[in-house]
């Protein structure tokens, strides 16, 4: 790991909290720390995060684009573990952001086929300026490439299917119910039955979408866990402050 990537990994949840707290602290250093997210970025990539939120504004889920390297080592276990017999594994990581998570799965499968999707145009250029290896390629989700893509055995959806905003409502406006279960459908067509679907950091359970009853949460250590964020019900109307849910999930046959 390099040098920048080690800082980035150390401080993620300090940028995120200056960016997305209420706290004061955090307030005061808002303003400093987007003039020098600036300068880093500089130009075109501050261009290209404004183009995407005015493009896809009803299309975008998550508008935060941080991310580091290896930020769940215990779901790219489990994935490496289930896969560890089979040969031509399939991976999707939707909402790669620039590419860390796709890297880091890489990692733990280096001979898995992994493909990252996102919607800005700008974190799929860092991606690919990484040089990524033959068995790893990066996709914008508006594409028609990214729209005839199925038949993945593992899909990861990791903090992406949320809105910030929601943290402080009692109603999810910003992001609703019906947006997390058509992106959850879209996903699910993608998926081979017998694949695995890991989900973390949303605002709705998936054990309340219509496409549930085809999946079972994976019976393996790591997997259920509890966290201080709120969650809302399919009226989108918040029912708790704290999520106990599972993240990883394995498609089962379907019959209706």
Known sequence: MGFLQTIRKKTFHLRYSVMHSRKLPFIILKPFYLIARFFILGFPGMQYNIFTRMKYKKHLHQWSNYTCEDRYPELFAICKEFFKDRENVKILSFGCSTGEEVYSIHSYLPKAAIIGADINPYNLRQCKKKKPPKNVGFMHTFSEEYRQSKDFDAIFCLVVLLNVKNRKANVATEFTFQQFEKQLSELDEKLKT???LFIDRTD???????????YSPLDTKGNRTVTERPLFDANNTKISDKQDSYRVFLKREYSA
């Open 194 to 196: 017998g694949g695995l």
């Open 204 to 214: 709705f359970d998936f054990m309340h979408t219509s496409i549930s009853d085809r």
